[in-house]
């Protein structure tokens, strides 16, 4: 099964970059082959990751060390089950640093509670002495994010970093990435199926749908005007929470029909295809490679053929 | 109106080792009131650890409120044991958050249809397979997935098989507990709108328990907001969402990220 298909982009220093996908776009995938973490039988067949001047493809496994954790780091979804249970919140982020850095004691314990008040401005002595069981969800989110940051990294890959969380550790994360971008220059690659989380925070937004880009743009363009009917169909399946027109309420939402169940995909065209409300005659042969409309908006898509600006 | 399902002042208490300094009893529901209408939907919202979820277990008869009533028509269900407890159970039915967990993996999409019917007493296996294609059918499933186990199905499958299951004894009340949350937006959709449709259709009452206020304000007739175990404001929709006042709703609101309207394509055949 081919997870990703032919993916390409480049990543500023600093820029937070949206990848918006649902199950099955390879969205996953993507997080983990980015530092090579793919399990067993994931295997990279074609293509290059540049990171820092480096082909991560070529790094030898003591290259790849000084890369994971320290240069470039992880963050999961579930924060219960990525943190030790029965070790203390400050020391899995001084293992962290353990892990990489040569230091002595003192500074290991200094650089420990530099690290979590960056992401607990109040409490860190007791957040630094809690089991995560005593910890709230969004709290042990936070502490996720301490040891990713640790080794000061220039790059950060999220991966649904806020779905279990309520509304309101929502935000409190997505202050915390917003403010470390700011404070640190810290490059963010936000992996989610949410997109009104990006809405605000993103600089560019990638649409995956089942391993290739379908969209990429500015955020703001992106969100408000998407120009790819699987985006445009996923952003109108979102209920609004102020309805201009309160007779929408009760009425049926625009789904899109079916599901992108990759065993039900055509082997040829355009993969949204079989789910498109737009689609024509020629998607289901040929596949739309990806072609820019305006200033670095590009989409995959055979409606805009013609309209590109390279064409 | 008549209301369908009404709970008075329930309480729940936990009992819980006591780290020194604190209260000894957990405090998961503290005198939460309130009325749903037969055939319509309340929301409840809340953040985590707001007793959203406790409450949802007191009304579907699995676990017994401190104290306080639930009146399920004009039986007290918080008070009933034994043959009349077992009587009322089949008639609120809950729904949960990840479909994958809630059903038993190693058996067939039939056998999951069939094994609350064959509780409920049914034992004639022609009218089980004929109302398992019926509860298929309803809930937008081929027969023909009959025999797959829900691993061979996608997210939004398993939440419609979970809700075929829940079907399956023809209940008066579906409590949906963060029943969309772990599926994919686009499904969401969908889900909603076979829900919206077997409440038209069936009569069908919800307690609709979720943090995604959009997905509340869609379905929702009237939001109950939760803190602390005590229900913070309650009211019609539009009012809770125009005129939030208590400071919890607010907050929630404000949380809420921004996402500008575009005109949504119209979709769905």
Known sequence: ?311 | MQALLRAENLVKRYPRKPPPGSPENLVALDGVSFAIVQGTTLAIVGESGSGKSTLAFCLACLERPTSGSIWFGDIDIAKLTGEDLRQVRPRIQLIFQDPANSLNPRWSVSEILSEPMILQGRTNRDEITRRSHMLLERVGLSCELEERSPSELSGGQRQRLAIARALALEPEVLILDEALSALDCSVQAQIANLLMELQSSLGMTYLFITHDLGMAAHLADEIAVMNRGQIAEQGPTDKILNLPRHETTRRLLAAVPGLPRGTPPGLEQ
Request: with cysteine; charged share 25%.
């Open chain 1, 1 to 311: 099964m081919e997870a990703l298909r032919g993916v390409s982009f480049d990543l500023k220093p600093g820029e937070i970059l949206g990848v918006l996908g649902e199950s099955g776009s390879g969205k996953s995938a993507l997080a983990s082959a980015l530092p090579r973490l793919l399990p067993w039988n994931g295997k990279i067949t074609k293509g290059a990751i540049r990171f820092e001047g480096k082909d991560i493809l070529q790094a030898s496994p003591k290259e790849l060390q000084g890369i994971r954790g320290k240069r470039i780091s992880l963050i999961f979804q579930e924060p219960s089950v990525a943190l030790h249970p029965t070790m203390r919140a400050g020391e899995q982020v001084r293992q962290v640093l353990a892990a990489h850095e040569p230091w002595g004691k003192n500074a290991m314990r200094e650089r420990t509670r530099q690290v979590l008040s960056t992401v607990f401005p109040e409490e860190v002595e007791r957040i630094s002495e809690s089991y995560p069981h005593e910890l709230s969800g969004g709290q042990r989110q936070r502490v996720l994010i301490a040891q990713a940051i640790a080794c000061g990294p220039s790059l950060v890959i999220a991966d649904e970093p806020t779905a279990s969380l309520d509304p309101t550790a929502q935000m409190e994360i997505i202050e915390v990435f917003r403010t470390l971008r700011e404070k640190r220059g810290l490059a963010i690659i936000l992996i989610t199926h949410n997109p009104a989380l990006l809405a605000g925070l993103a600089d560019r937004v990638l649409v995956l749908y089942c391993g290739s880009i379908v969209e990429l743009g500015p955020a703001a363009t992106v969100i408000a005007s998407p120009r790819h009917p699987y985006t445009k169909a996923l952003f109108g399946s979102i209920p609004a929470i102020f309805e201009e027109n309160v007779s929408n309420r009760k009425k049926k939402l625009a789904a899109i029909p079916g599901d992108s169940m990759s065993a039900s995909l055509p082997l040829t065209g355009c993969p949204f295809e079989p789910r498109c409300p737009e689609r024509m005659q020629k998607c289901r042969k040929h596949e739309p490679q990806l072609m820019e409309l305006a200033e670095a908006h590009a989409v995959s898509c055979f409606l805009f053929e013609g309209q590109s600006k390279r064409s």
